[in-house]
């Protein structure tokens, strides 16, 4: 485990103690970790989540035309 010091203002203070009151944790420690899961789930790399792979599979499966020129064949040129 890594311990950190941090310093915040006292509106994020706030947050912390709002957060930690919410879903009933022990100290701001754990405030902080369920802060950073939910960021990591909701922006970083939801390419990999489970229901962005099964979107792609069934796009995958949808019927499709063959493009030989992109731009040719939609005026890009």
């Known amino acids: 485990m890594v311990q950190a010091l941090v310093n915040i203002d006292e509106e994020r203070d706030r947050v912390l103690n709002i957060v930690k009151g919410k879903f009933g944790l022990k100290n701001k420690s754990e405030a902080i970790n369920l802060i950073i899961i ?6 970083l790399e939801p390419e990999l989540r489970p229901e962005f792979i099964e979107k792609m599979k069934k796009i995958s499966k ?14 890009l040129k």
Do not use: L, Q
């Open 62 to 75: 949808e019927k499709s035309i063959k493009v030989d020129d992109f731009g040719k064949r939609y005026k």
């Open 38 to 43: 939910k960021y990591e789930e909701e922006f």
